[in-house]
């Protein structure tokens, strides 16, 4: 018997692996409440790169009526993976699944030129494998310090090279002292709970720091920490990347590793990282092995500030007397519902103050690989965030995630900004120590 929710595979320009489910394209009635927090309908108006416009060309595809022409594979490209649209939909649409199923139909209709296919590549196996990132500390130290960053910068150089490579100049992270998070982090006081500590790639790399800051915070808190040194990339610029095989592997090394770190709390502290363990259960539905122990696991897993508002805080907060502008990162506020928890572990430290960003569903531009690949729009989205923090006057913007760190401090810097962008348990670390703010940016 035919099924009413699958497309006729006999006319569908998508392959019969997982095609972007007609039951979903189906809830959306056209209403258009998504249209203003879509950042790139804000930017273009224009209906096929709104969430409405992208879900009726899934439709067309999977009806024979469009093919993955280099159009409409480009009004998917366009799309940040925000998940601002599954926010404001009053119809609960499950936009994040259609485009993760269409961008995994569009990798494997291969659409791609052989430069694309290239930088995608490079990006992939560079972002997801922590030995290689490694690798990068010493020559981006020596470009940094020796100078020669700063004289490339000011010399317009890079005007001259590619658009992509001089968004992956402008997004280099500073890099600081590399502290590493110990396999075991023992509670202070008495133990309150006993948590595993996903490192993430980019993070565990480029922002030591920040992992540290999160070690030392739950600590503080009572927790036992557990990072299990062996641990992988969780997968979540593959799987939002379309690059789906790669990411289930990924997705079950992760598995692995915390199950036998024996742990029944995961705590993640990168946004990104944290919405693509949430759908494991999704990734690995077709595994016979894992697909039980996947659906158990996003019930696990936690942003850091989710697992700190729940608790009654513990450690002393010292004042940090700062104006704060609090930037939302998409992967938390839209993909995972974490909106109000560092609002209120900021609110938590006396003398901190505050500060709403404007537009504030809207993204920054970051998007994992997006200010990579897309680096025009991406650069439109952070000019309009820099933008709206300018008039806040703050001394510094924390958010929740590495990407959105990254493309603000370079938003900010290009819109003649020095202000300062921390995660937010780095603020709450300094203010349990007692620490010198500048040992922080
Ligand atoms: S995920 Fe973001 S960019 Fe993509 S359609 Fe939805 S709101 Fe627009
Ligand atoms: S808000 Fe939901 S139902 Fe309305 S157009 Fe957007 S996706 Fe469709």
Redesign the pocket.
Same mark, same amino acid.
């Given at each position: 018997m035919t099924n009413p929710h699958q497309p006729n595979l006999a006319n569908s320009a998508f392959d019969a692996h997982h095609p972007p489910s007609d039951q979903i394209i189906d809830t959306c009635v056209h209403c258009g409440f998504?249209l203003p927090? #879509?950042?790139?309908?804000v930017l273009w108006n224009e209906e096929m790169?709104?969430?409405r416009g992208?879900i009726y060309l899934m439709k067309l595809a999977g009806e024979g009526a469009a093919t993955l022409n280099p159009q409409w594979v480009s009004h998917m490209d366009?799309?940040?993976?925000?998940?601002? #649209?599954?926010t404001?939909c009053p119809s609960g649409v499950d936009?994040?699944k259609l485009?993760e199923a269409t961008r995994a139909q569009i990798e494997r209709k291969d659409t791609r030129s052989w430069s694309e296919k290239l930088f995608r590549r490079f990006l992939f196996a560079t972002f997801t494998r922590p030995d290689r990132l490694r690798l990068l500390r010493w020559p981006l130290l020596a470009y940094q310090r020796s100078g020669l960053q700063a004289l490339i910068r000011s010399s317009g150089v890079l005007k001259l090279m590619p658009t992509k490579m001089q968004a992956l100049e402008m997004l280099l992270p500073k890099l600081g002292a590399n502290e590493k998070v110990a396999e075991v982090t023992p509670a202070q006081g008495i133990q309150h709970r006993r948590v595993g500590l996903l490192l993430g790639c980019v993070q565990r790399e480029f922002f030591p720091q920040v992992n540290a800051a999160t070690a030392r915070v739950l600590a503080a808190e009572g927790f036992e920490v557990i990072a299990p040194q062996e641990q992988s990339c969780c997968g979540a610029l593959l799987a939002h990347g379309g690059e789906e095989a790669e990411a289930m592997e990924f997705a079950r090394k992760t598995i692995d590793a915390f199950e036998r770190a024996g742990v029944d709390t995961i705590v993640t502290n990168a946004a990104g990282c944290g919405s693509n363990v949430k759908e494991y259960g999704h990734l690995l539905r077709d595994d016979p092995q894992y697909a039980e122990r996947a659906k158990q696991f996003p019930a696990k897993c936690k942003d850091v500030t989710e697992v700190l508002a729940q608790h009654e805080p513990r450690a002393k907060r010292h004042p940090l007397n700062l104006r704060v502008a609090f930037h939302d990162s998409?992967h938390l506020q839209?993909a995972q519902g974490v909106r109000q928890q560092p609002r209120q572990l900021l609110s938590q430290i006396p003398g901190l103050q505050l500060e709403e960003i404007a537009e504030g569903p809207i993204?920054c531009g970051s998007?994992g690989i997006y200010n990579l690949v897309q680096p025009d729009a991406a650069n439109e989205l952070g000019d309009r965030k820099a933008k709206l923090i300018a008039p806040l006057r703050a001394d510094v913007v924390a958010t929740g995630n590495p990407g959105c760190l990254l493309q603000l401090q370079s938003s900010l810097k290009r819109n003649g900004s020095s202000t300062p962008v921390v995660h937010t348990i780095q603020l709450l670390d300094a203010s349990i120590r007692g620490a010198q703010l500048e040992s922080i940016w």
């Open positions: 998504c927090v #879509c950042p790139t309908y790169d709104s969430p992208r366009s799309c940040l993976g925000c998940m601002a #649209c599954m404001a936009y994040g485009i998409c839209h993204c998007a």
